[in-house]
């Protein structure tokens, strides 16, 4: 049982560029969460999902586009890479909206 | 303003003697509350978790948490901490009245001691 599993876990990107993130979750969870974590800033949520199709934005939305075409997957877009995005991002999930999250192992992104 | 705070942003405490880490958080009514575990380089787990029922819950690794309504707190205890339990620690609540999203405490990192 895989859990949550996202790709890439390491990537360098220069200022400008893009790239995107993937979550792919195989325990048939509804909700779906991609956060950023910053030292001593604890976990601040990015986007959300509640179902296969849905998105919406969360605590600190600004740069980033997701996306969840299946209900397995979440994708985390970053279209024009700054410095500020240097961070370590998990990717969630949960059964319900109450419920607890089961986390990936992060990926950790610089922009340089 | 609704919040969740961890007082301490790390602890050190030897190795078998006992851990408190402290949580408070700020909402009208009671959430649903969490404590998770991030070992270096890995995501979250969770340790455990309260919903109503018993004030005192017990969780993975010999942990368990205490639910104090009055003090609006939700703090994680271990009777013994061992080398293996060195790793950050987050509080965290999902408001019951509405909304989609799990709020993280900014962490307490623990340092086990020989």
């Known amino acids: 049982n895989a859990g949550v599993t996202q790709t890439p876990k390491f990537r360098v990107l220069k200022t400008g560029q893009s790239m995107t993130l993937l979550c792919a979750q195989d325990?048939?969870?509804?909700?779906m969460y991609w956060y950023r974590q910053d030292p001593g800033m604890g976990l601040r949520l990015i986007h959300y999902?509640?179902?296969?199709?849905?998105?919406a934005k969360g605590e600190v939305p600004d740069g980033y586009n997701v996306s969840r075409l299946k209900k397995q997957n979440f994708l985390l877009g970053l279209e024009s890479a700054a410095p500020s995005q240097t961070s370590v991002y998990f990717c969630?999930?949960?059964?319900?909206?109450?419920?607890?999250?089961?986390f990936g192992q992060g990926t950790r992104l610089t922009v340089v | 303003a609704q919040s969740v705070t961890q007082p301490d942003i790390h602890i050190t405490v030897s190795e078998g003697a006992s851990l408190e880490l402290r949580c408070n958080y700020s909402?009208?009514?009671?959430?649903?509350l969490f404590w998770y575990v991030q070992s270096p380089g890995q995501g979250l787990q969770l340790l455990l978790k309260?919903?109503?029922?018993?004030?005192l819950v017990q969780g993975i690794k010999g942990f368990e948490a205490e639910f104090k309504r009055s003090q609006s707190s939700f703090n994680l205890r271990k009777p013994s901490v061992h080398w293996s339990d060195a790793a950050e620690y987050f509080c965290?609540?999902?408001?019951?009245?509405?909304?989609?999203?799990?709020?993280f405490g900014a962490g307490t990192r623990l340092f086990v001691k020989a």
């Open positions: 325990m048939n969870h509804e909700y």
């Open positions: 969630a999930s949960t059964l319900t909206r109450e419920g607890a999250a089961f």
């Open positions: 309260y919903f109503s029922g018993d004030t």
């Open positions: 999902s509640v179902g296969e199709g849905t998105t």
């Open positions: 965290a609540v999902v408001p019951n009245t509405g909304g989609f999203k799990t709020i």
């Open positions: 909402y009208g009514a009671t959430p649903y």
